[in-house]
C-alpha cells in the first residue's frame, strides 16, 4: 500500500474525490457485509492486521471473494470520518445514477435535504418499506458520504440512486408516467387521512426551509386534483400537554422522523 493509494483512497472522504474515482468508501464491518451480501460492485477490501483474527472479520473476507489488503490500523482509521475505526473499510464503484431507470415507483425525492445523516437514514427507511427509487438534487447532501452510508446500514444497495441537477424535470418525467408527486409540507393533507396509493413520489424537503420554491410552485401548479401536499399535525397529547396550544419550541419534526411516518402510513 503506497503513500498515493492511501492518498487516492482517503480523497473518497469528499464529494470531490469520489466524483474523481467513480467509488466510495463502505466503513465499518456491519456496512461491508451488507456490501458483500448485497453482491455490491466492491473493488477493494482494506483491513487492519489485527482486525483480520476476528472470526466475524475472517467471514466477510471468505464472503467478499476479493483479495484483502493489509493497512495499519492508524492508516486505516484517516481514511474516512468514522469516529473509532473497526479496522475494516471496503472501496465500492458508485451505484448512483443520473437519470430515472423504468417503473421509478414508488419513488422518494430529496429536496435539499443537507445532513447526510439524514439522507442516509432516509435511504435506509425507503429500502425498508419498499420504495424503488430514491432521488436527489444537487442541494441535497451526497448519498455515497461515509456518514450517509454509514447511516443507510445498507439501505443503499436496495434501491436505485439517483443525483439530479433539479427536481423539476423528474417531476415532469414521472408525471408524464402516469405518477402522482406528494410533497412533504404544512397546509396539505393531514397524514391520518393520506391514502395516495403506490403508484406515488413523495418529495421531502430540506431540514431548516421545507420544499424549495420551485418544486413547491410545481406541486401547486402540475396536480391534476385536490391538495398535493402532506403533513403530520401535533398529536391531542401534545395539544393537551400544553394547555390546548401548539407546542412553541419544536417548529418541525427532523426530516428522517417525518419520513419514516409518512413512509409508514403510505407503504405500509
Known amino acids: ?133 430514491v432521488v436527489a438534487d444537487a442541494k441535497t447532501a451526497d448519498v455515497e458520504s461515509p456518514k450517509a452510508v454509514r447511516a443507510s446500514m445498507g439501505g443503499l444497495w436496495d434501491v436505485a440512486l439517483v443525483r439530479v441537477p433539479s427536481l423539476v424535470p423528474v417531476l415532469d418525467r414521472l408525471a408524464e408516467a402516469g405518477i402522482e408527486a406528494w410533497g412533504a409540507d404544512l397546509g396539505g393533507t393531514p397524514v391520518e387521512a393520506w391514502d395516495p396509493g403506490p403508484e406515488v413520489a413523495l418529495v421531502m424537503g430540506s431540514e431548516a426551509h421545507g420544499l424549495s420554491a420551485d418544486v413547491a410552485a410545481w406541486l401547486r401548479v402540475q396536480p391534476p386534483r385536490g391538495s398535493h401536499f402532506v403533513y403530520i399535525p401535533h398529536s391531542e397529547a401534545a395539544r393537551e400537554t400544553h394547555g390546548g396550544y401548539e407546542p412553541r419550541g419544536v417548529e418541525s419534526l427532523n426530516v428522517g422522523v417525518a419520513g419514516g411516518i409518512l413512509l409508514s402510513r403510505w407503504l405500509s
Open 1 to 133: 500500500m503506497t503513500r498515493q493509494r492511501l492518498k487516492d483512497l482517503a480523497s473518497l472522504a469528499r464529494r470531490k474525490g469520489r466524483a474523481a474515482h467513480s467509488a466510495f468508501l463502505v466503513e465499518g464491518v456491519r456496512s461491508a457485509e451488507a456490501a458483500v451480501q448485497a453482491r455490491a460492485p466492491l473493488t477493494d477490501l482494506l483491513v487492519a492486521p489485527e482486525a483480520a483474527a476476528d472470526p466475524r472479520v475472517a467471514a466477510l473476507i471468505e464472503a467478499s471473494g476479493l483479495a484483502p489488503e493489509a493497512v495499519p490500523a492508524t492508516d486505516l482509521a484517516r481514511l474516512g470520518d468514522a469516529r473509532t475505526s473497526q479496522g475494516v473499510v471496503a472501496v465500492s464503484r458508485s451505484v448512483v445514477a443520473d437519470r430515472l431507470g423504468e417503473a421509478p415507483a414508488p419513488a422518494l425525492l430529496l429536496d435539499g435535504v443537507q445532513d447526510p445523516g439524514n439522507v442516509g437514514a432516509l435511504v435506509r427507511t425507503a429500502a425498508w418499506f419498499g420504495v424503488r427509487t
